[in-house]
């Protein structure tokens, strides 16, 4: 009995493993993203100043790149938007960069023009997410 104990925990200590290993990107999906931008507008995104709402500097404005638009049914679609993380006293600028995907209303979206390809203004909040400035 305790040989089947023993098995159980083994087996699922290796599924648990697997998923671990399969689930985690190491910031690959971000680089991978990146690659797809050409060097122009890789470095405009990088030479973007940072605009921060007040002084406690916990959310600023930068520009990001917009690398996918899904619409969806309810009037919404999802934007995956791409930027270099460029909070100034945390990061190495150069080398991190951060994707996300904003929920926009699509009126909004046409409105303003925005489509796969464009610059855009976006609001970044550590730990809450990136909003687009439409």
């Known amino acids: 009995m305790g040989y089947v104990i023993t098995m159980c925990v083994v087996v699922i200590a290796a599924f648990v493993a697997i998923a671990y290993v399969l689930g985690r990107d190491n910031g690959e999906r971000e680089e991978k993203c990146f690659t797809g931008i050409d060097a122009d507008t890789q470095d405009e995104l990088y030479r973007t100043p940072i605009m921060f709402d007040d002084d406690s500097r916990r959310t600023w404005h930068q520009k990001g790149f917009v690398h996918h638009i899904e619409p969806k049914s309810d009037g919404s679609a999802d934007v995956r938007v791409l930027w270099y993380n ?47 400035d439409i």
């Open 86 to 132: 460029a909070h100034p006293s945390k990061t190495i600028r150069k080398t991190e960069t951060g994707v996300d995907t904003v929920s926009v209303a699509q009126k909004d979206i046409k409105a303003n023009g925005v489509k796969e390809g464009d610059i855009v203004r976006i609001a970044v909040r550590p730990g809450e997410g990136v909003a687009i």
